[in-house]
């Protein structure tokens, strides 16, 4: 039972993760540019319908992520606590942990605070601004999440 109990927190870990890095690799190298080329000054309204369906999606990968990501951790016999690690799968996971918050922060405040912003600002060039910044929130977060990645990979060979 363990094992079927681990496997499904795996996959489940997997999907959210495919969901939420996937859905900005789309958006960042396939949406925003097509609907640059084909709308051209229009791309906007395409992008934020875009955002307001992925948004939704992103949130519950957030919640499936977090709630696999525990149970995970603590059914893991290499897993000595966050406080002061004891072994190098422990670190990578406290490394981990702190690279997420700061993508989980990231996306909230892109979605709570700055879209809200942006969709209220009345001038062309803080518009802007502020639609440059958000961009480039995503981007830091498809890099964090990159990295994030990689630190899986180190933990599943330790």
Known sequence: MPEFIMGTFYWVHLLATVTWIGGIIFILFIAIPSSRRVLGADAGKLMGDISKRF??????SIVLLAASGAGLTLLNE????????E??????LLIKLVLVLCMVVVHFYRGLILAPAVSRTTSDGRKKSLQ???????KANLVIGV?????SG?????
């Open 55 to 60: 948004t939704p999606l992103a949130n519950y």
């Open 78 to 85: 290499q897993f000595s606590g966050i406080g002061f690690p």
């Open 87 to 92: 072994n190098k799968w422990s670190s990578v």
């Open 132 to 138: 440059k910044l958000s961009l480039n929130l995503v």
């Open 147 to 151: 990295l994030v990645l990689f630190l």
């Open 154 to 158: 180190i933990m599943s060979t330790s």
